[in-house]
Structures are given as structure tokens and as C-alpha cells.
């Protein structure tokens, strides 16, 4: 009876409901082709970019990091690709964006030895972006299906819990691989299931 009162008490009309003005959510401008596609990074949210092996996930988001580096304090972890790819690719970044001192790169290969450190950087307030790139590759070595699900799931997870709770809600871009029968779809046709090691989180 409580709940129920509770509730209409804060039940309104839909003429009253529409008075009610929020301030838009801006993306976050990336100053790169994304912000045609979508307006910027949402704010205080999880990105997913997903795409076929080689279609320039990695690549895409370390531009999109870099780039937003320039207005934000930017976290960037490497779970793919080898430090001298990515030194290589910053070094060609700086020429168009300058040396960016708010960008801060670090290179994991295990997330299963860094869970902690990875959600440590979710929940701290020293970053307003993090990005995880290649996440799935790094959950593939020496472990079984069942234990690949099961870290995939804590670290989404913790990455979800991170931007409910934390009051300096981070913004989150996450890389994942889309499955390997999923590559030939067109982009309206594809879902959440057809993400490398979907864990049922839409």
C-alpha cells in the first residue's frame, strides 16, 4: 500500500510531464568521422565499436581517444595490439593533434591478472573517458569457454556498475569483435548476439 501510494503521489499527466525541460545530452565531439555518424561519443555511457577482424576497430579508436584527448582526460587500454603498433600509429597522431599530455596508454594482455586495475580505473576519478580496445582477444588465453564468459561478464559488468554509480560517471568506448559469420551482414541486421563472446547484455 506504501509503494502504491508512493507512486501516484508521483504520477503525472502527460501535459504536466511535457513541461518538464531537460538540457540535452551533447556527445562528446571527437573532431573525426564519428561525429557525422553520431554527434560525438554519448556522454557518461558505454560505446561498443564493433567490426570484423582487420576493419580498423583498434585503429578507429585510438583516433577517436587521441582526438578527444584534446578537451579530456583520456585512459586508453591496449588488450590487442603489440606497444610498438600503437606507438607508431600515436606518433602519426601527434601531427595531426599535437602531443596530447591528458591521454595516458598502458598495454594489458591478461584480464583476468588486471581485473582489479581495470576496474579500479573504472571507478577512480581520473579519467573522464576510458577505452578498452581488443578486450576479446586478451579473455581467449588458456581459457575455457565457460571461463572467457564468466570474466567477459564480470568486466561488462564493472564497466556498467562504474557508470551507474560513480558520481564522476565516466564515458566508456569499448572494441569488440563481431562474430565471424556476422561480418557479411549489413548493418541494419545485425544484433547484440552477433558480438564476439555475447554475454546477453543488450
Same mark, same amino acid.
Given at each position: ?12 499527466? =502527460?501535459?504536466?510531464?511535457?513541461? %518538464? ?25 558505454? =560505446?561498443?565499436?564493433? +567490426?570484423? =577482424?582487420?576493419?580498423? /576497430? ?42 596530447? %599530455? ?9 584480464? /583476468? ?31 575455457? +569457454? ?39 551482414? /549489413? ?16
Amino acid at each position: 500500500k506504501e509503494a502504491l501510494n508512493s507512486l501516484l503521489e508521483n504520477t503525472v499527466q =502527460t501535459s504536466e510531464f511535457l513541461k %518538464e525541460e531537460y538540457p540535452d545530452d551533447e556527445g562528446l565531439l571527437t573532431h573525426t568521422e564519428f561525429d557525422k555518424l553520431s554527434g560525438g561519443i554519448p556522454k557518461n555511457a558505454l =560505446t561498443i565499436i564493433a +567490426g570484423a =577482424t582487420g576493419n580498423g /576497430k583498434s585503429l578507429s579508436s585510438l583516433m577517436v581517444s587521441y582526438a578527444l584527448a584534446c578537451n579530456y582526460t583520456v585512459l586508453y587500454i591496449s588488450c590487442e595490439n603489440r606497444r610498438k603498433t600503437d606507438n607508431s600509429r600515436l606518433k602519426d597522431l601527434t601531427k595531426l593533434f599535437g602531443v596530447q %599530455e591528458t591521454f595516458f596508454y598502458v598495454n594489458i594482455r591478461s584480464v /583476468k591478472d588486471k581485473m582489479n586495475a581495470i576496474q579500479g580505473a573504472l571507478l577512480s576519478t581520473g579519467f573522464d573517458i576510458i577505452v578498452l580496445d581488443g578486450v576479446q582477444f586478451i579473455m581467449k588465453s588458456g581459457e575455457t +569457454g565457460g571461463q572467457m564468459l564468466s570474466i567477459g561478464e564480470t568486466l561488462v559488468k564493472g564497466i556498467l556498475e562504474a557508470i551507474n554509480t560513480n558520481d564522476n560517471k565516466p564515458t566508456v568506448l569499448l572494441s569488440w569483435q563481431l562474430r565471424r559469420e556476422a561480418a557479411k551482414k /549489413k548493418l541494419d541486421d545485425l544484433s547484440t548476439d552477433d558480438i564476439a563472446m555475447s554475454i546477453g547484455i543488450g
